[in-house]
Each structure stands twice: as C-alpha cells, then as structure tokens.
T-cell receptor
C-alpha cells in the first residue's frame, strides 16, 4: 500500500545547483501533479501529466522541468536553483481530477 | 479563471466546540468541490467531496453542502477534538481533466 512515494524528504541546495525530486505511484493512475506549498499561500500547480508522454504547465512552471516516460514515475527537475524555490513540494496522482488526489508526504527543499 | 476563497486562520477552538470553515468559489460551469486536510508534517488527504449542487459530502464527522446559489462549500463539524488540529484546504475542479485549484488553507487548533 505504498501509494505515492516522494524522495528525498529533505534537501538543502546551494544557489545554482540542480537536482531531481522523485515521485512514484503504484496505483496505475494516469494523472500526476507537482505542487509547491509556501507558507500561507496554499498550493500552486507547477506541472501536471494526464498520461505517459504528456505533460502540461501549471501556474508556476518557470525554473522547473518534468518528464513522464512511464505511468508510475513523474520526476521534477530543478535547474539552477534559486532562493525563491525554497518550498515544500508535493506530488499527487489521481484517476481524474474530480476523483480526488492521493498525495505524497512531500519534499522540503531549502536553497541557500 | 477559477478560484477558491477560504476564511483566514488560524482558528482556535476548545474541544467539543462547533466548527465552521467558510469556502466560496468562482468557476465556470458546474465544478466538483473538495475538502482536504493536512496534519503536521504530512501530505494532504481527501476529507470529503461533492460533485453536484445540493450534494452533501461527509466523513469523520465533518460535513459540507454544495450550494450553487451562494457558490459556497462550508466545512462543519458539530464537536471538534484535539486530533482535528490541522490545516484544511478547500478545492475545486471544473472538469475531469482540469487540475484542482486550492484555497490558501485554514489552520485549526483545538485545545483541551
């Protein structure tokens, strides 16, 4: 009963470094999402995917990239990390948007 | 565009008090509406949902009724417990393929 698994749970990056946040789900969901959560600001959508090979930008895509080569995995790539990317990142998956999402436990990223 | 507005927190209540967290929305068409809950250090979990006007979603003693005439989906619970302390998010989706739009969240603290 793994659900949505995110790694790592915590990470500190220096300005200009790159990293990939991993997200995997074992529920055979077609839809997957990346959100960032900033204090008092709710969740903002970064990218989403409606199936393998298909990705779309959300509200705040700048500075990020994604790929969806398999149904299970949806990694989020940060290139040239900036302090503004300090946040908690959540991956989620669903059958459809109005079926309800299953969220991972999050990755807390600090850029210094 | 679509949006969700929640009452600002934090909300602090004594155990067994009545809870209301207000949520109103703006959307085209007939959205599906959701409440999610986030316990400290965890990802979001679906609490309840309603997919059409006058539907009532319920779970764990929480209820919310989809009111199209007032574009609202207020969350209520008759008697809160300390274990209900969390952040609550209202969200909507205006179609099966559209990612959820979240409100900013309302932090609830219940004291014994």
């Amino acid at each position: 009963n793994a659900g949505v698994t995110q790694t790592p749970k915590f990470r500190i990056l220096k300005i200009g470094q790159s990293m990939t946040l991993q997200c995997a789900q074992d529920m055979n969901h077609n839809y997957m999402y990346w959100y960032r959560q900033d204090p008092g600001m709710g969740l903002k959508l970064i990218y989403y995917s409606v199936g393998a090979g298909i990705t779309d930008k959300g509200e705040v895509p700048n500075g990020y990239n994604v790929s969806r080569s398999t149904t299970e995995d949806f990694p989020l790539r940060l290139e040239l990390a900036a302090p503004s990317q300090t946040s908690v990142y959540f991956c989620a998956s669903s059958w459809t948007a109005n079926y309800g999402y299953t969220f991972g436990s999050g990755t807390r990223l600090t850029v210094v | 565009g679509n949006s969700v507005t929640q009452m600002e927190g934090p909300v602090t209540l004594s155990e067994e008090a009545f809870l209301t967290i207000n949520c109103t929305y703006t959307a085209t068409g007939y959205p599906s509406l959701f409440w999610y809950v986030q316990y400290p250090g965890e990802g979001l979990q679906l609490l309840l949902k309603a997919t059409k006007a006058d539907d009532k979603g319920s779970n764990k003693g929480f209820e919310a009724t989809y009111r199209k005439e007032t574009t609202s989906f207020h969350l209520e619970k008759g008697s809160v417990q300390v274990s209900d302390s969390a952040v609550y998010f209202c969200a909507l989706s205006d179609s099966g393929n559209t990612p959820l739009v979240f409100g900013k969240g309302t932090r609830l603290s219940v004291i014994a």
